[in-house]
Nanobody, 123 residues
Framework: QVQLVESGGGLVQAGGSLSLSCAASVRTFSSYAMGWFRQAPGKEREFVAGISIGMRNKYYTDSVKGRFTISRDNAKSAVYLQMNSLKPEDTAVYYC????????????????WGQGTQVTVSS
């Protein structure tokens, strides 16, 4: 069983920055590909960013490329999402997700989820 706990959400003005963290309680964290998804009111959960187990491969949805950066620290069993140049359309609940070994951009393929953290960007 993997428990994921996100932190770092909040309210920020457009153009500002936020840094999200996700702490995992599992000894085999380095064997999980990690990702961030988000869900805005009335919309489906969508992929934001993902990072492979070896950190070599990182993927981003087009709308956040150049603004968001995903990283992980296997020694701390943590994954991070640095969000810069935030826009009102980035407003959503952000979820951390884990999948055994293989990175995915599909929510239904993720094995574990955090409880989510709210990010609100005001215009």
């Amino acid at each position: 069983q993997v428990q994921l706990v996100e932190s770092g959400g909040g309210l920020v003005q457009a153009g500002g920055s936020l840094s999200l963290s996700c702490a995992a309680s599992v000894r085999t964290f380095s064997s999980y590909a990690m990702g961030w998804f988000r869900q805005a009111p009335g919309k489906e959960r969508e992929f934001v960013a993902g990072i492979s187990i070896g950190m070599r491969n990182k993927y981003y949805t087009d709308s956040v490329k150049g603004r968001f950066t995903i990283s992980r620290d296997n020694a701390k069993s943590a994954v991070y999402l640095q969000m810069n140049s935030l826009k009102p359309e980035d407003t959503a609940v952000y979820y951390c997700a884990a999948r055994w070994l293989v990175i995915t951009t599909l929510a239904h393929e993720c094995d574990y989820w955090g409880q989510g953290t709210q990010v609100t960007v005001s215009s």
